[in-house]
């Protein structure tokens, strides 16, 4: 497993991360079983947020580490808050928001504290000022390490960062050898096409520039929760490259799709949403190999993207 060095304390963090948003049927001797699997392979890393099963993800995990209080700093766990889903599904970044809905992550976990806190979509109604005072009082109560964003462009981020002491450390964005518009938009720049359109502000660019983690979500998923790439039928020139690196590697089509994402020069993570454990440590083979320019550029190509 590679690390990389994260936020404050610079801490070794897994550049794979195990997601927990499908834990929420599980029982807690499963979720156990899960953990301890990544941690066997190196990944030290995990995401959850409090919408995830309307909070029952946070409270198994809760109910494992209860159980297990010495799995606790062998984790590094991030939330996310500023989903709120009541009548319909609304974001919410307001300070009375903020902090209530950290208080429910560390009472649902059973924590002191959480590694890192995400602030989950962009809320147009944002107020920097507010997330600011709710980041200062989190920071000085010792209940979050780290902050940073999901899903949030350049402007979004610089408009938190007008205000907001912490630096933002993070930002997840959807990535895939099947979902790549950033990339697109910069292969043909100034360019009549539609793969040309900007749709994020050079977001990868910004997190590079100013050191932002990525962290890649849906990393097998084609389109917006579309289904799993691997061998699909939609995609049978990609499967057959990925079939024939993986062959050549020695590990799974799965590691090489991610090995694919945590390619890019970025400070990387790939986050990964398996139940299972075999799917886990294959996953985590990932880090193990670097694909060569032209590998990706390949894979790149047989995902049905061009070149100009």
Not at 202 to 214: K, W
Not at 270 to 288: C, D, N, P, Q, Y
Request: net charge negative; hydrophobic share 45%; glycine share 6%.
């Amino acid at each position: 497993m590679r690390y990389i060095k994260f936020g404050e304390r610079q801490k070794e963090v897994s550049e794979v991360v195990l997601g927990l948003m499908r834990i929420s049927e599980m029982t807690v001797d499963q979720v156990e079983e899960l953990i301890e699997s990544a941690l066997a392979v190196g990944i030290n890393a995990f995401d959850i947020a409090d919408c995830y099963g309307h909070g029952k993800c946070e409270q198994i995990l809760g109910e494992v580490l209860k159980c297990r209080p010495d799995l606790r700093e062998k984790m590094w766990i991030q939330s996310k808050c500023g989903i709120r889903m009541e009548e319909f599904t609304y974001f919410d970044f307001s300070k009375e928001h903020i902090l209530e809905a950290v208080d429910g992550i560390l009472e649902r976990l059973n924590v002191d504290y959480i590694d890192s806190l995400l602030l989950h979509r962009p809320d147009a109604l944002m107020e920097p000022v507010e997330i600011a005072e709710a980041f200062d009082l989190l920071k000085a109560q010792g209940k979050v390490i780290d902050f940073g964003v999901s899903n949030q462009n350049p402007m979004m981020m610089a408009l938190i960062q007008k205000d907001v002491n912490q630096p933002l450390v993070a930002n997840q964005l959807q990535l895939s050898a099947a979902f790549t518009p950033s990339f697109d938009a910069g292969f043909h720049v100034n360019m009549k096409q539609e793969a040309g359109i900007v749709r994020d502000s050079s977001i990868f660019e910004y997190c590079r520039l100013h050191d932002v983690v990525i962290q890649a979500w849906s990393v097998l998923q084609f389109d917006y929760f579309g289904g799993v790439f691997l061998g699909s039928e939609k995609y049978p020139e990609l499967n057959q490259v990925l079939n024939r690196l993986a062959e050549k590697y020695h590990v799974s089509p799965s590691a090489v799709a991610i090995a694919w994402v945590l390619r890019y020069p970025a400070k990387m993570q790939a986050v990964i949403g398996t139940t299972k454990k075999a799917r886990v440590a294959e996953a985590a083979r990932a880090a193990e190999i670097q694909l060569t320019r032209k590998e990706w550029y390949e894979i790149y190509l047989a995902a049905g993207n061009d070149l100009p």
